[in-house]
Protein backbone atom coordinates (compact mmCIF):
# COMPACT_ATOMS: atom_id res chain seq x y z
CA UNK A 1 0.00 0.00 0.00
CA UNK A 2 1.24 3.41 -0.60
CA UNK A 3 1.57 6.10 2.05
CA UNK A 4 -0.91 8.20 2.41
CA UNK A 5 -0.32 10.85 5.46
CA UNK A 6 3.20 11.07 6.78
CA UNK A 7 3.95 12.80 9.54
CA UNK A 8 7.61 13.80 10.77
CA UNK A 9 8.75 15.17 13.94
CA UNK A 10 5.88 17.14 14.54
CA UNK A 11 5.95 20.19 17.16
CA UNK A 12 2.36 21.67 17.62
CA UNK A 13 1.56 24.60 20.52
CA UNK A 14 -1.15 26.78 21.56
CA UNK A 15 -0.89 30.52 23.19
CA UNK A 16 2.99 29.56 23.25
CA UNK A 17 2.47 26.19 25.02
CA UNK A 18 3.98 23.07 23.51
CA UNK A 19 1.51 20.25 23.53
CA UNK A 20 3.37 17.99 20.68
CA UNK A 21 7.18 17.71 21.10
CA UNK A 22 8.26 15.79 17.85
CA UNK A 23 5.62 13.45 16.68
CA UNK A 24 5.82 10.69 13.86
CA UNK A 25 3.20 8.97 12.36
CA UNK A 26 2.62 7.39 8.71
CA UNK A 27 -0.54 5.99 7.53
CA UNK A 28 -0.64 4.10 4.08
CA UNK A 29 -3.76 4.21 2.08
CA UNK A 30 -6.77 2.10 3.61
CA UNK A 31 -5.22 1.51 6.96
CA UNK A 32 -7.05 1.53 9.75
CA UNK A 33 -5.02 3.59 12.99
CA UNK A 34 -6.15 4.06 16.30
CA UNK A 35 -4.74 7.09 18.80
CA UNK A 36 -5.60 6.07 22.71
CA UNK A 37 -3.90 7.71 25.33
CA UNK A 38 -4.77 9.93 29.03
CA UNK A 39 -6.66 12.86 28.74
CA UNK A 40 -4.81 15.78 27.73
CA UNK A 41 -1.91 13.74 26.04
CA UNK A 42 -2.27 15.71 23.29
CA UNK A 43 -4.63 13.26 20.66
CA UNK A 44 -7.08 15.85 19.92
CA UNK A 45 -4.26 18.33 19.06
CA UNK A 46 -2.80 16.00 16.75
CA UNK A 47 -6.12 15.83 14.82
CA UNK A 48 -6.50 19.30 14.58
CA UNK A 49 -2.97 19.90 13.71
CA UNK A 50 -3.32 17.61 10.96
CA UNK A 51 -6.98 19.26 9.77
CA UNK A 52 -4.96 22.79 10.11
CA UNK A 53 -7.11 24.06 12.78
CA UNK A 54 -6.06 27.86 13.34
CA UNK A 55 -6.01 27.17 17.03
CA UNK A 56 -2.70 25.26 17.06
CA UNK A 57 0.80 26.79 15.16
CA UNK A 58 2.75 24.07 14.05
CA UNK A 59 6.72 25.02 14.94
CA UNK A 60 8.41 22.01 13.61
CA UNK A 61 8.59 19.10 11.79
CA UNK A 62 6.14 18.49 8.92
CA UNK A 63 2.82 17.14 7.34
CA UNK A 64 2.70 15.37 3.92
CA UNK A 65 -0.43 13.81 2.44
CA UNK A 66 -0.68 12.04 -1.02
CA UNK A 67 2.98 13.32 -1.41
CA UNK A 68 2.35 16.79 -1.14
CA UNK A 69 3.92 18.97 1.41
CA UNK A 70 0.51 20.60 3.55
CA UNK A 71 1.83 22.09 6.85
CA UNK A 72 1.12 25.59 6.05
CA UNK A 73 -1.90 24.65 4.30
CA UNK A 74 -5.68 26.32 5.46
CA UNK A 75 -8.20 23.95 6.48
CA UNK A 76 -10.38 24.41 3.20
CA UNK A 77 -7.12 23.87 0.99
CA UNK A 78 -7.25 20.30 3.44
CA UNK A 79 -10.29 19.04 2.89
CA UNK A 80 -9.70 19.49 -1.15
CA UNK A 81 -6.90 17.30 -0.92
CA UNK A 82 -9.11 14.56 1.04
CA UNK A 83 -9.15 15.06 4.67
CA UNK A 84 -11.51 15.12 6.75
CA UNK A 85 -12.86 15.90 10.64
CA UNK A 86 -15.17 14.55 12.93
CA UNK A 87 -15.47 17.00 15.92
CA UNK A 88 -15.66 15.82 19.95
CA UNK A 89 -18.31 18.90 20.35
CA UNK A 90 -20.26 19.62 16.74
CA UNK A 91 -21.22 23.00 16.04
CA UNK A 92 -24.46 24.42 16.06
CA UNK A 93 -25.15 26.95 12.55
CA UNK A 94 -28.30 28.60 12.60
CA UNK A 95 -30.04 29.23 9.43
CA UNK A 96 -28.44 26.69 7.19
CA UNK A 97 -30.06 23.09 6.60
CA UNK A 98 -28.07 19.78 7.06
CA UNK A 99 -29.03 19.15 3.52
CA UNK A 100 -27.58 22.50 2.16
CA UNK A 101 -24.86 22.66 4.48
CA UNK A 102 -23.73 19.27 3.16
CA UNK A 103 -24.74 19.74 -0.85
CA UNK A 104 -22.19 22.93 -0.50
CA UNK A 105 -19.67 21.18 1.10
CA UNK A 106 -19.93 18.17 -1.68
CA UNK A 107 -19.49 21.08 -4.34
CA UNK A 108 -16.60 22.70 -2.83
CA UNK A 109 -14.47 19.02 -1.73
CA UNK A 110 -15.34 17.82 -5.39
CA UNK A 111 -15.48 21.05 -7.17
CA UNK A 112 -18.31 19.83 -9.02
CA UNK A 113 -21.66 20.42 -9.13
CA UNK A 114 -24.39 17.84 -8.45
CA UNK A 115 -27.95 18.24 -8.83
CA UNK A 116 -30.77 18.35 -6.33
CA UNK A 117 -32.19 15.42 -7.24
CA UNK A 118 -29.19 13.38 -7.09
CA UNK A 119 -27.72 14.75 -4.38
CA UNK A 120 -31.27 14.17 -1.90
CA UNK A 121 -30.62 10.53 -3.34
CA UNK A 122 -27.16 10.37 -2.01
CA UNK A 123 -27.77 12.08 1.25
CA UNK A 124 -30.88 9.69 1.85
CA UNK A 125 -28.93 6.62 0.88
CA UNK A 126 -26.42 7.64 3.26
CA UNK A 127 -28.92 8.46 6.16
CA UNK A 128 -30.69 4.94 5.56
CA UNK A 129 -27.32 3.51 7.25
CA UNK A 130 -27.09 6.08 9.90
CA UNK A 131 -31.25 5.27 10.67
CA UNK A 132 -31.75 8.91 10.19
CA UNK A 133 -34.90 10.32 10.51
CA UNK A 134 -35.00 11.99 6.91
CA UNK A 135 -36.53 15.01 8.07
CA UNK A 136 -32.98 16.41 9.79
CA UNK A 137 -32.00 16.77 6.55
CA UNK A 138 -34.54 19.76 6.36
CA UNK A 139 -33.02 20.84 10.32
CA UNK A 140 -30.85 23.50 10.79
CA UNK A 141 -27.57 21.60 11.46
CA UNK A 142 -27.24 20.89 14.80
CA UNK A 143 -29.50 22.91 16.57
CA UNK A 144 -31.49 21.49 18.73
CA UNK A 145 -29.63 17.97 17.97
CA UNK A 146 -29.15 15.93 20.52
CA UNK A 147 -25.37 14.72 21.40
CA UNK A 148 -26.08 11.48 19.54
CA UNK A 149 -27.90 13.02 16.87
CA UNK A 150 -24.82 15.48 16.22
CA UNK A 151 -22.68 12.30 15.57
CA UNK A 152 -24.67 11.17 13.91
CA UNK A 153 -24.54 14.41 11.58
CA UNK A 154 -20.53 14.22 11.56
CA UNK A 155 -20.86 10.25 10.31
CA UNK A 156 -23.24 11.11 7.63
CA UNK A 157 -21.11 13.71 6.45
CA UNK A 158 -18.57 11.37 6.31
CA UNK A 159 -20.75 8.99 3.84
CA UNK A 160 -21.49 11.69 1.79
CA UNK A 161 -18.17 13.56 0.95
CA UNK A 162 -15.83 10.22 1.05
CA UNK A 163 -12.56 11.47 2.15
CA UNK A 164 -9.29 9.77 1.42
CA UNK A 165 -8.44 9.93 4.75
CA UNK A 166 -10.88 10.58 7.95
CA UNK A 167 -9.86 11.66 11.53
CA UNK A 168 -12.66 10.75 14.06
CA UNK A 169 -11.94 12.48 17.15
CA UNK A 170 -13.68 11.01 20.05
CA UNK A 171 -16.69 10.45 17.80
CA UNK A 172 -18.28 7.81 20.17
CA UNK A 173 -18.22 10.27 23.38
CA UNK A 174 -21.38 10.39 25.45
CA UNK A 175 -23.52 8.17 23.23
CA UNK A 176 -25.25 4.97 24.36
CA UNK A 177 -25.06 1.42 23.40
CA UNK A 178 -27.22 1.88 20.44
CA UNK A 179 -26.09 5.01 19.18
CA UNK A 180 -21.99 3.68 19.17
CA UNK A 181 -23.22 0.36 16.94
CA UNK A 182 -25.25 2.57 14.53
CA UNK A 183 -21.80 5.21 14.45
CA UNK A 184 -19.88 1.98 13.81
CA UNK A 185 -22.48 0.56 11.12
CA UNK A 186 -21.61 4.00 9.61
CA UNK A 187 -17.65 4.14 10.13
CA UNK A 188 -17.58 0.72 8.60
CA UNK A 189 -19.92 1.73 5.29
CA UNK A 190 -17.27 4.35 5.02
CA UNK A 191 -14.93 2.06 4.54
CA UNK A 192 -16.17 -0.82 2.73
CA UNK A 193 -17.75 1.92 -0.37
CA UNK A 194 -14.34 3.61 -0.08
CA UNK A 195 -11.57 1.87 1.03
CA UNK A 196 -10.22 4.98 2.58
CA UNK A 197 -7.99 5.40 5.67
CA UNK A 198 -8.99 6.19 9.18
CA UNK A 199 -7.18 7.78 11.93
CA UNK A 200 -9.66 7.33 15.25
CA UNK A 201 -8.89 8.90 18.62
CA UNK A 202 -11.04 6.73 21.14
CA UNK A 203 -11.39 5.82 24.96
CA UNK A 204 -13.90 3.76 24.17
CA UNK A 205 -13.11 0.31 21.97
CA UNK A 206 -16.54 -0.60 21.46
CA UNK A 207 -16.51 1.60 18.42
CA UNK A 208 -13.71 -0.68 16.86
CA UNK A 209 -15.12 -3.78 17.35
CA UNK A 210 -16.35 -4.07 13.38
CA UNK A 211 -13.30 -2.37 12.46
CA UNK A 212 -9.90 -4.26 11.32
CA UNK A 213 -7.41 -2.18 13.22
CA UNK A 214 -3.92 -1.83 11.55
CA UNK A 215 -1.63 -0.24 13.75
CA UNK A 216 -2.34 1.63 17.56
CA UNK A 217 -0.34 4.43 18.80
CA UNK A 218 -0.74 5.26 22.58
CA UNK A 219 0.01 9.17 23.14
CA UNK A 220 1.51 10.66 26.70
CA UNK A 221 2.79 13.82 27.11
CA UNK A 222 2.95 14.70 23.73
CA UNK A 223 4.78 12.21 22.69
CA UNK A 224 3.92 9.05 20.71
CA UNK A 225 4.73 6.41 24.00
CA UNK A 226 3.65 3.34 22.20
CA UNK A 227 2.82 1.58 18.70
CA UNK A 228 1.75 -1.80 17.95
CA UNK A 229 -1.50 -3.59 16.73
CA UNK A 230 -4.93 -4.68 17.65
CA UNK A 231 -3.38 -6.07 20.48
CA UNK A 232 -2.19 -3.03 22.22
CA UNK A 233 -5.67 -2.20 22.38
CA UNK A 234 -6.43 -5.00 24.44
CA UNK A 235 -3.50 -4.43 27.13
CA UNK A 236 -4.76 -0.35 27.30
CA UNK A 237 -8.14 -2.03 28.27
CA UNK A 238 -7.20 -4.49 30.86
CA UNK A 239 -4.08 -2.37 31.94
CA UNK A 240 -4.78 1.84 31.56
CA UNK A 241 -2.35 4.35 30.44
CA UNK A 242 0.34 3.91 33.93
CA UNK A 243 2.87 2.02 32.14
CA UNK A 244 2.88 4.78 28.96
CA UNK A 245 3.25 7.70 31.18
Do not use: C, W
Not at 112 to 131: G, T
Amino acid sequence: MSELLKITALKVAAEEKEILHGVDLAISAGETHVIMGPNGAGKSTLGAAIMGSPEYTVTGGSIVFDGADITSETPDKRAKHGIFLSFQNPTEIPGITLSSFLRSAYEQVTGEHIKLFAFRKKLQEAMDVLQMDKAYADRELNVGFSGGEKKKAEILQLLVLRPELAILDETDSGLDVDAVKTVSAGIKAYKEQTGGSLLIITHNTKILEALNVDKTHIIADGRIAAEGGAELIDEVTANGFDKFI
